[in-house]
């Protein structure tokens, strides 16, 4: 039986303003929409499948998309896990095209699986992705909208453009062991910057979604499939092994530490310190004097 997408989807303030183009080929059903939006308004979308959504031309992306889409957050390209809902928001009044691939999930992990492993191809399919632009995946995408409007090659062809977006899209490289729907490498290592570079201050997980290009809610899901913890309690230890270091290679009284490293004052960090180790931040620094 061919693959038919299932897609539920609820909007408001938006409207097509031509025909709905689409075409398939081994493994994808392509969309090819021209829409009009109306700031304020948006979508609800669900389906049992994953897709791509990648909105067309040059300018601002006109959606926020995420699971809590947030409008000062608009987003070119997303990458949906089956299953997952995707909320969309008008960033701004206007016209705009999009073309949503919806992939038949067996036919692509096979595809990727025979490149990277069963392991990896299942991970990153699992793995949302939200992008604000990436040229080469947007202009692949381009090429891919140019063959639904008017075929002009074999079904290989746009076959192959959708792996080598996905190629692009997808977080490819293999997962530690254990761990699947999280955050790509480059988000890890942005997301750690920010903490180690803000311990001292208030940092909440709407900034860390923010450097991630998440939503806080998505963004939370993948931070504790990545890390096997929340982001709060990932900065408190981060926190309390700055106050170790400080408290170790320093004479800073216990109350400039506890302000350096983001506590609110000195008995909000002794809290912290003695549930992660056991002792006091001044015990713990006669133990370590010298």
Do not use: C
């Not at 700031?39 to 994953?50: A, C, T, V």
């Not at 949302?128 to 090429?143: N, Q, S, T």
């Not at 942005?190 to 998440?214: F, H, N, S, W, Y």
């Amino acid at each position: 039986m061919a693959f038919r997408p299932n897609m539920t989807a609820f909007t408001t303030g938006i409207r097509p303003v031509a025909a709905l183009q689409w075409r398939a080929w081994g493994g994808t059903v392509a969309d090819l929409w021209q829409a009009e939006g109306q700031l304020g308004g948006g979508g609800s979308y669900l389906s049992p499948d994953p897709r791509l959504v990648i909105f067309l031309g040059a300018g601002p992306a006109p959606l926020a998309l995420g699971p809590e889409a947030d409008p000062s957050m608009p987003r070119r390209i997303a990458f949906v896990p089956a299953g997952m809902a995707l909320e969309g928001r008008v960033a701004r009044d206007g016209g705009f095209a999009h073309l949503d691939l919806h992939l038949e999930a067996p036919v692509i992990a096979a595809r990727l699986a025979a490149r990277i492993g069963a392991a990896s191809a299942e991970a990153a399919l699992a793995r949302p992705v939200l992008l604000e632009a990436h040229p080469g995946a947007e202009a692949l995408a381009a090429l891919i909208a140019a063959e639904v409007a008017q075929p002009a090659h074999d079904p290989l062809v746009a076959e192959s453009l959708t792996l080598a977006l996905l190629g692009m899209v997808l977080p490819l490289s293999p997962p530690p062991p254990g761990r699947s729907g999280g955050l790509t490498p480059a988000q890890e290592a942005r997301v750690t910057a920010l903490m180690q570079a803000r311990l001292g201050e208030r940092l909440r997980v709407a900034d860390l979604a923010r450097e991630a290009g998440l939503s806080p809610s998505w963004f939370a899901h993948a931070f504790r499939a990545s890390f096997g913890t929340s982001p709060a309690r990932h900065l408190s230890a981060l926190r309390i092994e700055e106050a170790k270091r400080l408290l170790a290679g320093g004479t800073d009284r216990l109350d400039q530490i506890a302000a350096a490293t983001g506590h609110a004052d000195q008995a909000h960090m002794t809290r912290a310190f003695r549930k992660d180790t056991g002792i006091t931040p001044a015990a713990w620094r006669r133990m370590h004097a010298g």
